[in-house]
């Protein structure tokens, strides 16, 4: 479904008439790939990006669909998921603004995309930043810096799946959350609020756990004081060293 996004409070750049308006109003702009380009190349690119909503558990792209567009995640999270032969699900991954959707130089997705929570995204033709990036060593320095940044954390996870204990795994989790949508926070300090973006059925499938297994490790870190948990998703917490520790790091 598209949708026109209305202008939030500004940056300091907004009296720069040569920066798109939709661009002037992504804050998070500035540190995902399209802090990459100049003003003349964010206009080009605005003249190819539509902007899309798309509700909670809404399938964005299909595993081995041909991708024709790519995206920027301007709010929510996006999970990545793959299917075994029977049917069982894997998250593999996680997205959030202002995330990159997408793999480039890429014809085909390797991953069922789909909506965590809602979502907003603009979206643009492959060949356009395909174009851009030959044009702009930054741009392709931040899409390289993405894809490593997302290597880091699947290595990350293979340890917490293969050796950390199920207390540990859901504890990282939890960090893990707390630093991408509060990136601006010293993971050293607290307190800490934020909304748990996945069911405890995905948490389950993303941790290789069942779902009473993570229901009963966070009631263990709600009884240790670790966390509180207000409507089943708003988790605080009161000190993060204290769930860094719980998550073994």
Known sequence: MLMD???????????????????????????????????QQLSELARHTTKHKFDASAGLIA???????????????????????????????LQFAPDFLGRPFSEKSDFDVEAATDVRVCSFPRDVLNKL??????????LHAQTLKELDEARDWMLALGRKSAGERVAGFLCFIAEHINPEIELKKGPVTFEIPLTRSDMADFLGLTIETVSRQLTKLRQARVIEIENNRTVIVPDLEKLQAAAGT
């Open 5 to 39: 996004f209305a202008v939030t409070e500004p940056r300091s750049d907004i009296h720069n008439s040569a920066i798109p308006i939709v661009c002037r109003a992504f804050e998070a702009r500035h540190k995902g790939v399209c802090g990459a380009l100049n003003p």
């Open 63 to 93: 595993d081995g669909a041909k991708v024709e567009r790519y995206a920027n995640i301007m709010s929510g999270v996006i999970k990545l998921a793959k299917l075994t032969a029977d049917g069982r699900q894997q998250i593999v991954g």
């Open 133 to 142: 990036t030959q044009e702009s060593p930054e741009l392709e320095h931040r």
